[in-house]
């Protein structure tokens, strides 16, 4: 058994930095211990590190002492690549879905805010304090289209919740309502006091 201890130890392919793990995959052997698909690295024959899965078995005679070993390596570099390319994949789908769902909560305020500011455009006389406000609606379109730019980029599938529509309704009325009447348009309002439920998406 010390010979092929010495042996593993001297083995070309075994890195330099795993010969104390070796030393104890072998004290685990001589003990009886069977070592099964441990996940190491050795060397291949042109230089580069090779992933491979190890089993160590001992040998034992037939009154149970540990004579031998027998070794079985097998390379599992492929099987690594494939796990790395999962969980990379994994990572970009989490990103994205961060991504949208913070865009989604931006977007909303963001249509807002815009409506809100055309509404205050009307109510300012000075030239500058216009030119500022202009200057404000160009960067906050800006943002907004950024957010629609992600939100395209990923769009989850969700639930779909209740939501009243005389509710949405209203909500839609008093942001563009004062638009619509500085285009002209009349808007008559018709909603039950009981109007339908609708579902939704919360995306």
């Not at 540990?66 to 990379?88: F, H, N, P, T, Y």
């Amino acid at each position: 058994m010390s010979d092929v201890c010495s042996s593993d130890l001297l083995d070309p392919i075994l890195p330099a930095e795993r010969k104390g793990e070796v030393k104890q995959l072998i004290a685990r052997t001589v003990a009886g211990e069977k070592v099964e698909l441990y996940e190491t690295e050795r060397m291949h024959k042109d230089g580069h590190r090779v992933q491979v899965s190890l089993t160590v078995s001992p040998i034992k005679d037939e009154e149970g002492r540990v004579i031998g070993a027998s070794k079985i390596l097998r390379d599992v570099s492929g099987r690594k690549r494939m796990e790395q390319s999962l969980l990379q994949a994994e990572k970009i789908a989490a990103t994205g879905r961060m991504a949208a769902t913070i865009a989604h909560e931006v977007n909303n305020p963001l249509e807002a805010v815009m409506n809100l500011l055309y509404l205050l455009r009307s109510k300012i006389a000075d030239d500058e304090a216009r030119g500022f406000l202009a200057m404000a609606e160009d960067e906050i379109g800006r943002v907004s289209h950024i957010a629609k730019q992600t939100l395209g980029y990923y769009r989850e599938q969700s639930a779909a919740s209740l939501a009243s529509l005389s509710d949405i309704a209203e909500h839609v009325l008093n942001i563009y309502g004062p638009r619509c009447t500085a285009a002209g348009i009349d808007v008559r309002r018709s909603i039950g006091c009981s109007s339908p439920f609708a579902r939704r998406s919360s995306r």
